[in-house]
Structure formats: C-alpha cells, structure tokens
C-alpha cells in the first residue's frame, strides 16, 4: 500500500511535475513505480523521485538499501543491482525527515514497453472471441499500465494523468490492448515469470510524432516545423504565424501559384462551388467527387463587421473539425489543429476590419468522413463583449489538385506532429529497464512510404538512446486493408511493409511480425489479435530467449534468372512450402525496371525455390510477392507460418 500520498499531489502529478507533496514532504518515487508493479530482471533497476532539495534518502527493495541524495531542484535518481525473477518484494524509500513511502508487491519479471497507433490501442473488448477471453483472464503475474495520452512541445517528467498497475483479471483487461496482453500470455507458455506489460500508443499517430526532437534534426527536413513548435510553446500566435509561412511556401511551390491568386489571399483563382453546409461532412454533399474523398478540402466564407466589433478582441469558433485544420483571417493564418474537440482560435489584434472579412479553412481528412459536419451556429466569431457573429453566410469549397491534397501537418498537432507525443507519454518512461519494445504502427505514414525505412530505423536508434542500446524492437508488418487488386498495382501499403521489413532486416536485434495475411478488407482495424500475438511472441523468443525455431516464416534470399524464367530462394523454411487451396501459390508478380511494369507470374513450388514464369520473366529485373494494399498470400511453411510480402532484384 501507497502511504504519504494525497489528492492533491496527485493532481500536481497529472499535471505533469514530480511532486513531494504537501508541506513535510516525504519522498516520492515517480508514478511508475506503485503496487504491483514490475522491474525489469537481470539489469540495473533504475528509479527516480522528488524529494526536498538536498534531502538524504534511503531505497530498500528486498532487503538490500542503498542511499542517494536529491539534487538542489529535488531530482533523485538511483540505480539497484539486478535481480533475478521473483517476488513479491517491498518496494520502500525513506527521507531522513522521518518520511516515508512504501509499494507492496512487486515482482521481478520482464518489462514490456507496447506502442503504435490505433491496431496496438485496439482493446480486448474489441478483439475475436471477447466473451470468453475476459472471463478467462485472471493472472496475477500479468501487470498493466496504460499511460495516458498527452502531447507537448517540451519533455515532460510525469504523466498527464493518472496511472496505476492493475493485474489482469476480467474488470481490468477489457480496455487494455489486447495484442500486448495476448503477447504477454503467449510468452508466459515457456517463460512462466511476472510480465509488466506499458501500453503507451495513439491511434492515428505517424511515426514522427514518436521521434524526440533530437533525432529529427538529426534527420533534417523538419527544421521549420521544430522552430514554429519551439515558438508556439511561449507564443501560440507567433508560432502560428510562423507555421503559416512553412505551409503557404509548401503550396505555392506545389502549385505554382503566383502570390495574390492562393486560396486564402483575397481574390484567390480556381473554381469554387457553393457548399452545401447544412448536410455536415462532404461525403454526404451529394458530389461525386467527394463521395469517397480522402484529403484536403477549402472552405471559404465571408462575414461583415462594424467599426465596433472589428476593434474588439475577438475569437473564433470553427466547431467541429474531420479531421485536422488550418485557418485563416484575411489573408493572415490564426491557428492550426489536429483531430479533437471543438476548436476556435485566437484573432490576432488589428486583423479584424469593419466591413468585409474573409474566413477560409483548410480540412484534411485521412479516413471515413470529413469535413465541417458542425450546426452553423457553431462556426462564429466571438467577441470580448459577449457577442457574436455567426458565419452563416454562404460558404465555397476548392478541391486541391492531387499533388497538393496532402499537406504538411502543424507541428504540434499531436497524431502528426513532431515528437510530441514522444514529449507527452515516452519521455516520463526514460531510463526505465525493459525487455524490449512492441511496435505496431505505419498505417498513418503510409503516404510516405518512401522515407519510411530511414524514419524507422531513427526511431529504434532514438529509443535505445533513453532505454538501452541493447532493447529488441518487433515491429509488426501492417495487415492487408482495402479492396482486393485483380492486377498488379502500385502500393503504398505494400512499400511501407517493404520498408518494415528492410530496417528490421538491416537490424541484428529486431524481429518482423507478418501480418498480411491477418488483415479484414473493410476493416482498418482487424480483431484477431491473438494470431498476431502468437507470432509476435514467436519472434520475441527467436530474437530474446534464442530460440532455434525460425522467428517469422518463409523469408527470401535470392532471385536468381533459370533460363526465361526467375527462381526465388527461401530460407528460415519450416518443415517445406506449401501453397494454400491450389497446388501453385499466387500473388508473385515479376516486373521491369519502371513503375506499373510488373506482370502476375505463374509459380511452381520446388523445394525451398519458387519457379516464376510470365510474359516479362525472361527481362524481369524484380520479383515482388504479396504487393497490394489487401494482397492474397497463399505461400506458407509447415509451422505453419506466411511468407510475407517482399521486393527482391532478379541476379
């Protein structure tokens, strides 16, 4: 039991800090370690506090102590020798003020860190058979920690709100992820020690946001973004207006237009249609070019003020937004956000003007429906005297052309900025000891396949710089989405996987999780969750325990020509290939130099060789297996485990 903690040092917590608490302070841990939770076996246990500047203190966990004193800011670190597999242990700190704060069972297990967008949130209510997987969860030795979200421009040192470790049971696994808990049980069938399992992920989140802003400068491209984000923490609207100028820049040099003519100056070119506001998101406009859309859309609108209302300070509401904004007044950008509430912005002083004033905004929608579906009186511009003015004017919309659809997203927008969230729900775990790291994430960078490979890399490289140089990262290759291809077709959800595979080839101490084969065409996020966990913890016990099995199936090592037709070589081959409900597997495809050049082949199993034969095979200069957005993949081995999809050059 915790003891020397109240309400109120808790809410300090949340809101950020590490705390000591009320007048007497006793020293406190970080909100990490409370009961019942796990430390990491077999490495330096790192801990760390606030105390009174300067205050002596005293750590016991199982009976051994050690002593450190807090710094002059109250920071206190300390580092225990490791332990092996155990427990329950006591877990106490004392202050030579008499102060004390005592965690009660604690177990000496391993630490897993689970992260990623929304297929690692994905819960256990929401995954196959939910029924009886809660009703049969009960396991003391499995320990959960969800760390709440949060997105910042600066390092935080705590959490943006509670947490506590909860052990598994049918009241506390439902809204847990359930492939970090399935892969945890998995893992427990041949290594039976107390798993802590921290679910820290983010639905919708691309991989730079996850970055510290260390490494992406180290990367380069991003330094706009970083001065705006660093600006906007100690001025909103001067980094606002910053940003403002990074993204006009990027659109005119996407469209070449000429200043004067954009779409937020005051006589902006192109054809703009009257906008059906009331009927709420563009999907349901009744346009058939939006029937389906998913990118950027302009709105634009006027509304006209008098001498008095123009010299107030003013606010304004842009309601609900599908998915991310961008807004303008008069020509001058206001502010900018990514998927939430309701949103309303700021007017900079002096920009309001008596007469007529131009609204236009930006929305940028990356899934399902999008847009303004808000009631009109939500969108208004709201002054210091209480009053306001609704924007119920009539509204126009610009389609972008299709090499302007997806712009840039604010920096501190938190699923797509720039290491945001890593400031907000990784920076207060640093220094923690884990076993290592679950990554299911990409779906969201999918746009940006081509950097993917680089960003990944970076990011295990980053992480390993706050939780050891020697933490595994699984990273799980993204589930088939989408409608199924009947031809060879151009993917950026088949790069990405190709990209996934690269960095974890490239990287001794990484494991591939194939997922393919698992995806639901209509479903974004598919709920069997459990085979994924099985081959996620098959991976983690290749790569961690050294198991000999191989950790993920079939993998390619060679094309090579044989006469007019190419011959694809495979390792780490189970038993031997086999192609599901035909004698050939499909989904080999054999292609030319350039894009759109690629030809479906027929293969012919031959041992641990696939034979391709088609149209182009005698010229090919690339294999590619499993290439779509929702391939079909039927190429299996004995175990029985998939062939994931690849590219490979013809030798």
Not at 1 to 22: E, K, N, P, Q, Y
Not at 288 to 306: F, K
Not at 614 to 640: F, H, I, K, M, Q
Request: glycine content about 8%; charged content about 20%; aromatic content about 8%.
């Amino acid at each position: 039991m915790r003891t020397c903690i109240s309400l109120v040092r808790h809410a300090l917590f949340a809101a950020g800090a590490l705390f000591a608490g009320a007048a007497g302070a006793a020293p406190l841990l970080h909100d990490l370690f409370q009961d019942h939770v796990v430390l990491q076996r077999d490495k330096v246990i790192h801990l760390w506090g606030r105390a009174q500047p300067g205050e002596s203190l005293t750590v016991t966990l199982s009976g051994a102590s050690l002593q450190t004193q807090a710094d002059s800011s109250g920071q206190w670190r300390l580092s225990l020798p490791s332990m092996s597999a155990g427990g329950p242990y006591q877990l106490s700190i004392s202050a030579a003020s008499g102060d004390k704060q005592v965690v009660d069972d604690v177990m000496i297990g391993d630490v897993w860190l689970c992260s990623g967008q929304s297929n690692m949130v994905l819960q256990v209510h929401r995954a196959l058979d939910t029924r009886s997987e809660i009703a049969n969860s009960t396991n003391d030795s499995i320990r959960m920690l969800t760390v709440p979200l949060a997105s910042s421009a600066v390092p935080q040192d705590g959490f943006a709100g509670p947490v506590k470790w909860l052990k598994a049971s049918p009241t506390t696994v439902p809204e847990f992820s359930a492939l970090c808990l399935y892969m945890a049980r998995e893992l427990q069938k041949k290594d039976k020690v107390a798993m802590g399992l921290i679910a820290s992920a983010w639905g919708g989140s691309k991989i730079e946001s996850w970055l510290s802003t260390a490494t992406l400068r180290s990367l380069g491209g991003y330094e706009g973004g970083l001065e705006a984000l660093a600006l906007s923490s100690k001025d909103p609207a001067a980094g606002a207006a910053q940003w403002g100028a990074t993204w006009e820049a990027w659109w005119r040099e996407r469209t070449k237009d000429r200043p004067g003519t954009e779409p937020w100056s005051n006589k902006p070119r192109g054809d703009w249609k009257v906008a059906p506001m009331e009927r709420g998101y563009w999907e349901d406009w009744g346009v058939p070019e939006l029937a389906n859309y998913n990118g950027m859309l302009w709105y634009r609108t006027h509304v006209t003020l008098t001498k008095a209302q123009a010299a107030q300070k003013a606010t304004l509401a842009v309601g609900r937004v599908d998915e991310s904004d961008q807004v303008w007044v008069n020509g001058r950008v206001v502010g900018a956000a990514g998927p939430g509430s309701e949103r309303s912005y700021q007017v900079p002083p002096n920009l309001l003007r008596a007469g007529d004033n131009s609204i236009v905004i930006t929305v940028l929608d990356t899934y399902a429906n999008g847009g303004l579906p808000g009631p009109m009186e939500s969108r208004a511009i709201r002054f210091a005297d209480g009053s306001s003015v609704v924007l119920n004017n009539e509204w126009r919309y610009l389609v972008p052309p299709p090499n302007a659809a997806v712009p840039p997203r604010a920096p501190w927008e938190a699923v797509a900025g720039l290491g945001v969230i890593h400031n907000g729900m990784i920076a207060p775990l640093s220094n923690l000891s884990l076993r290592g790291v679950a990554w299911y994430q990409g779906e969201s960078n999918a746009d940006e396949a081509g950097q993917y490979q680089s960003l990944l890399k970076h990011f295990m490289a980053d992480w390993r710089s706050r939780f050891g140089a020697d933490i595994p990262f699984f990273i799980v290759q993204l589930a088939g989405y989408g409608p199924a291809s009947t031809q060879p077709v151009e993917s950026n959800w088949a790069e990405l996987r190709e990209a996934q595979r690269l960095a974890v080839q490239e990287d001794a101490n990484a494991g591939l999780v194939i997922a393919a084969d698992l995806g639901e065409r209509t479903d974004i996020h598919p709920a069997n969750k459990q085979e994924v966990a099985r081959r996620l913890a098959r991976a983690v016990r290749h790569v961690v325990y050294k198991d000999a099995a191989p950790p993920s199936g079939p993998i390619p090592v060679a094309a090579r020509r044989d006469g007019n037709s190419v011959a694809v070589e495979f390792t780490d081959v189970t038993g031997r290939l086999v192609a599901y409900s035909a004698t050939r597997p499909i989904g080999f495809e054999t292609c030319g130099a350039t894009k759109n050049s690629c030809e479906f082949a027929d293969a012919t199993l031959q041992g641990n060789r696939v034979v391709l034969s088609s149209p182009n095979s005698a010229s090919a200069t690339r294999v590619r297996y499993c290439w779509a957005d929702s391939p079909v993949c039927t190429l299996y081995d004995e175990a029985p485990l998939p062939a994931g999809p690849f590219q490979v050059e013809v030798k």
